[in-house]
């Protein structure tokens, strides 16, 4: 009988790590792209808000497909997170600029 080999603990946790990027990292930056597109669309507001809202979806696929397209878990956590740096950055400005 042939014995099962089990993959490294340190895959494992690559694994884990990207899926928690994907699904973690990938809805904090597909909402944070919600928001900022409904701020700084030049339409009206409910168009801006269902543009962002649709739009969304994309943002969400694109980080799924970058964490399981990168290298490392590092770099999927870096592909998602700094984007979503720069989409909470000009949501900030934004809201800023609203109140003014």
Same mark, same amino acid.
């Given at each position: 009988?042939?014995s099962k080999?089990s993959?490294? !603990?340190?895959?494992? %946790? /690559?694994?884990?790590s990207r899926?928690?990027a +994907?699904v973690?990292?990938?809805y904090?930056? /597909? #909402? %944070?792209?919600a928001?900022?597109l409904a701020?700084?669309?030049?339409?009206?507001? @409910?168009?801006? !808000?269902v =543009?962002?809202?649709?739009? #969304?979806?994309v943002f969400y696929?694109? @980080?799924v497909l970058w964490?399981?397209?990168c290298? =490392?878990a590092w770099? /999927? &956590?870096?592909? !998602?997170? !700094?984007? #979503? +740096?720069?989409? +909470? =950055?000009?949501?900030g400005?934004?809201? &800023?600029?609203?109140r @003014?």
């Amino acid at each position: 009988m042939k014995s099962k080999t089990s993959l490294p !603990v340190s895959y494992r %946790l /690559a694994v884990t790590s990207r899926v928690l990027a +994907a699904v973690i990292g990938g809805y904090l930056m /597909a #909402s %944070l792209a919600a928001i900022c597109l409904a701020l700084w669309l030049p339409t009206t507001r @409910a168009d801006a !808000v269902v =543009t962002g809202m649709m739009s #969304s979806f994309v943002f969400y696929l694109l @980080a799924v497909l970058w964490c399981f397209a990168c290298r =490392t878990a590092w770099r /999927a &956590w870096a592909g !998602v997170m !700094v984007p #979503s +740096a720069l989409f +909470a =950055t000009l949501a900030g400005i934004g809201f &800023w600029m609203a109140r @003014a």
